[in-house]
């Protein structure tokens, strides 16, 4: 067995991810009109910008407009369903680049 580097990025992409699947559990057992996942995808994506290669910021922006939207009142339940998509790929991505795939 190897050493699995743990540095910075590695620590920041871990948090990233506890935050999507926080979000994403917020998501559909909490309240839609909240704003914690509008500040949960301000820090995704500053995490995005920070660490370019990181994210897909097509992906990121794509969540971003769902958030916005279902905040706004746009279909939310509808809408959910779709964010569902960016949400999977931030966790996939995340897992990705933890295990170094």
Not at 5 to 31: C, D, E, H, M
Not at 63 to 75: D, L, N, T, Y
């Amino acid at each position: 067995m190897g050493h699995y580097p743990f540095t910075l990025f590695n620590g920041i992409t871990l948090l990233v991810l506890a935050l999507t699947l926080a979000l994403a559990w917020r998501r559909w057992r909490g309240s839609l009109a909240s704003n914690w996942p509008l500040a949960g995808y301000a820090l995704i994506a500053g995490y995005a910008l920070g660490f370019s290669g990181g994210l897909n910021p097509y992906w990121v922006t794509a969540g971003v407009a769902c958030a916005v939207a279902i905040r706004s009142g746009f279909f939310p339940r509808q809408v959910r369903w779709v964010e569902a998509i960016p949400l999977g790929y931030v966790a996939w991505r995340c897992v990705g680049l933890l295990s170094m795939w």
